[in-house]
């Protein structure tokens, strides 16, 4: 359950950060200072980069690089000073990273292979091409409280009565000063007794009273069209992002299916353990 929380902001995350192509630069190996005997290198200064917020990506170049630097000298001259062994909380937080790192390149390789042109075009016309065509409406409510109001309000309507009119007189909906104007929608936009009077209209008809959760209804249907289905170009983003998911997903379950996962150490204990942290202290 866990994973499926985390995931999305670990796709979104590794896809943006695709390498891009190295161009006149030096290798990762490029030792940029030593500590001691411990060179640190460019790839170190990338990979503690990589880690920042988006925010940092405002501050100059020059700043960042001598910054990062230092912050990586600093710490391997408090870890070459540190001695004895490490608390329980670093050698936690160490397995905690390690497996992190690790699960991280295995996800990058798994959505990295997801998105391809077929399957971007395989996930278009499922989503889109092959679907069927959807009709939406544009439509003017009067909403009042009774049947018997609403019946009255046909009959104007009937009579000649002005639509619009009637709507900004008698109308308690947030529509009424507009005229009851709905703009366009499409059926599943509206509660199930709304769309399926709306539906069965004519273009220019006005219904019969339509009770709903929120009053009684006389609705009135100005036009319809067929919902212009979206380029691929205007969705990529939003499949490769499913494609990604996806195969995550698929992925998981399909190791999780093969692996032997034991969750009994957990029961009945209380989830109150996961505040706890004064046992990290022992």
């Known amino acids: ?53 988006q925010e940092y990506s405002q501050i100059p170049a020059d700043v960042l690089f001598e910054g990062v630097l230092d912050q990586l000298v600093q710490q391997e001259l408090l870890r070459q000073s540190h001695e004895g062994d490490l608390s329980a909380i670093a050698r936690l937080r160490l397995d ?31 989503e889109y091409a092959e679907a069927a065509e959807e009709t939406e409406y544009r439509a003017a409510h009067i909403l009042v409280e009774t049947e018997e109001k609403a019946q009255s309000l046909v009959e104007e309507l009937s009579g000649g009565a002005n639509f619009a009119a009637l709507a900004q007189e008698h109308s308690t909906g947030p529509t009424g000063p507009s ?42 249907l100005n036009e319809t069209r067929i919902k212009e289905r979206p380029a691929l170009d205007d969705v990529r983003d939003e499949l490769a992002d499913t494609l990604r998911r996806q195969a995550l997903e698929a992925q998981i379950a399909q190791l999780e299916a093969q692996a032997k996962v ?20 022992n």
């Open 96 to 126: 905690n990273e390690e497996r992190a790192v690790t699960a991280s390149d295995v996800i990058r390789s798994i959505i990295e292979a997801a998105v391809t042109p077929d399957a971007l075009q395989a996930a278009y016309d499922s």
């Open 262 to 281: 034991d969750r009994s150490g957990a029961e009945g204990l209380s989830p109150d353990l996961i505040n706890r942290f004064d046992l990290l202290e």
């Open 179 to 220: 005229g009851g104007e709905l703009g366009w929608f499409s059926a599943g936009m509206m509660v199930p007794e709304f769309s399926e009077a709306v539906a069965a209209l004519e273009v220019g008809e006005v219904s019969a009273p339509v009770q709903t959760q929120f009053g009684w209804h006389v609705i009135k």
């Open 1 to 53: 359950m866990f994973h499926k929380l985390v995931a999305p902001a670990l796709i979104a995350a590794l896809a943006a950060t695709a390498p891009a192509t190295a161009q006149d630069a030096p290798s990762l190996d490029k030792v940029m200072a030593t500590v001691g005997e411990t060179g640190i290198t460019l790839g170190h200064m990338l990979a503690l980069r990589a880690t920042l917020p």
